[in-house]
Nanobody, 124 residues
Framework: EVQLVESGGGLVQAGGSLRLSCAAS????????IGWFRQAPGKEREGVSC????????YYADSVKGRFTISSDNAKKTVYLQMNSLKPEDTAVYYC?????????????????WGQGTQVTVFS
């Protein structure tokens, strides 16, 4: 059974940090890119970041460049999203997802598997 399980969300003051984790199982981790997406109330789901498990290439949305860092522990089949300098506009449910390629990393329909999401709330 394919599973992507997010954890690490929570409530944090603006300027603070959180680290999200995405634990994967049930598929060949090294063959997939893992992306992080977020969805705020009333807004469309958007791509935040992505990492290719095969070569470690990373990708970021302009809105998070310089503040968020994605990394992967292939031995643990876990991808992390370190979020620093958080802003209220980062408030959303964060999802991780797996795609066979990172070529169109921000396109939702490229992803085969999705987690259930973890809530991140940033207050000022």
């Amino acid at each position: 059974e394919v599973q992507l399980v997010e954890s690490g969300g929570g409530l944090v003051q603006a300027g603070g940090s959180l680290r999200l984790s995405c634990a994967a199982s049930g598929f060949t981790f090294d063959d997939y890119a893992i992306g992080w997406f977020r969805q705020a109330p009333g807004k469309e789901r958007e791509g935040v970041s992505c990492i290719s498990s095969s070569d470690g290439s990373t990708y970021y949305a302009d809105s998070v460049k310089g503040r968020f860092t994605i990394s992967s522990d292939n031995a643990k089949k876990t991808v992390y999203l370190q979020m620093n300098s958080l802003k209220p506009e980062d408030t959303a449910v964060y999802y991780c997802a797996a795609a066979p390629s990172s070529k169109y990393w921000a396109a939702l329909d490229e992803y085969d598997y999705w987690g259930q999401g973890t809530q991140v709330t940033v207050f000022s």
